[in-house]
């Protein structure tokens, strides 16, 4: 997994993307957290990584046959110290016990191979089949890099089948052994940025706290993450842009390039095969939709959208009504739920 270190944690609003994404911004959506203080914040955040973690696992594990990129999966989401500011740090090293770049477990969703091994949030991985992972600088500053190198140690092992990790948990390590399963292998993120978006950049999933709050249910969620996750099956972007998350101007651009209001509608459809193929409700869709519109006039003026490629939200009802009957026509015959 990888996830942009937490600056709207520390009280700033660097993140806040210019542009892009499968929603329309509404920059003072989330404003009403940030006087929270930051033990209300860190639960909220906290809150939402489960939830997003939960409906995003059962998607990636039940297509993963439809995915270009599958890999062994263990189904986590971590977190580092590190990535906090300073802030929250302090906070988040208490209750999680987080040291430095070390990945704590922020998530472990139902039936994933995390849970299935005992994995619960608050367990530190310190090392994977005997080698120790690292914990970085003492008091580094504020960064996500370090998680992020772990990470990638901990996929390549799993990518190699079962593993052995040593896990601290209040203070005490011990082995744990976890068989990691196939599952898409698009890692998804909650950014906090208080706008509504959510986006796909091949190689991650990405959605903005206020999308994630506006669905209502985890029905609704599976829509949001089930179209990200279907631009990923229908290969809508071949060029990570990873980079182009802190410039905005170049990802915007590349947004144009890549995507169309028809690959938007091709990933409404498709969301839907997905996100009935995990057991969600696809008829929610249509709901989430109205929420999102009434939202959206809400923020009120003009809304920048990456290039005016996205449908009103009426219009992408009344095209999702026909994929809607198909589903359960196909469900209703026993045929197989591939678009
Ligand atoms: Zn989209």
Request: net charge negative; proline share 6%; hydrophobic share 45%.
């Amino acid at each position: 997994m990888r996830r942009p270190a937490r600056l709207i944690a520390a009280g700033t609003l660097a993140l806040a993307l210019a542009a892009g994404g499968c929603g329309h911004p509404a920059p003072d959506a989330g404003a009403a957290g940030i006087q929270d203080g930051p033990a209300v914040r860190l639960d909220r955040l906290t809150r939402l990584d489960v939830r997003v973690a939960e409906v995003a696992w059962r998607l990636a594990r039940a297509n993963a046959d439809l995915c270009p990129v599958s890999h062994q999966r263990a189904g986590w989401t971590l977190q580092s110290a590190s990535q906090y500011g300073a802030e929250l740090r302090p906070l988040a090293e208490a209750r999680f016990g987080l040291n430095g770049d070390l990945p704590g477990v922020v998530a472990a969703p139902v039936g994933s191979p995390a849970s299935e091994a005992g994995l619960a949030p608050g367990d530190l991985i310190v090392a994977v089949n005997g080698e120790a992972l690292s914990r970085g600088e003492a008091g580094a500053a504020e960064s996500y890099d370090g998680l992020a190198a772990n990470s990638t140690r901990l996929d390549a092992a799993l990518a190699a089948g079962p593993v052995t990790l040593k896990v601290r948990r209040d203070g005490r390590e011990r082995d744990v052994a976890l068989r990691p399963v196939l599952a898409c292998a698009y890692p998804t993120q909650v950014e906090v940025t208080g706008t509504f978006r959510s986006r796909a950049d091949g190689r991650h999933i990405f959605i903005s706290d206020g999308m994630a709050n506006l669905a209502e249910n985890d029905d609704e969620l599976a829509f949001v993450l089930a179209h990200e996750l279907a631009h990923a099956v229908l290969e809508h972007r071949t060029q990570p842009d990873v980079v182009g998350v802190r410039g905005g101007l170049n990802w915007a651009i590349s947004m144009r390039r890549g995507l169309s209001l028809s690959s938007e509608a091709d990933a409404d459809r498709m969301g839907l095969f997905l996100l009935t193929r995990a057991e969600f409700d696809p008829s929610r869709a249509m709901e989430f939709l109205t929420s999102w519109a009434t939202v959206d006039e809400g923020a009120g003026g003009p809304q920048f959208n990456a290039g005016g490629i996205y449908q009103s939200a009426d219009g992408r009802r009344r095209a999702l009504q026909p994929v809607l009957e198909d589903i359960a026509s196909r469900k209703a015959a026993g045929r197989p739920l591939i678009p």
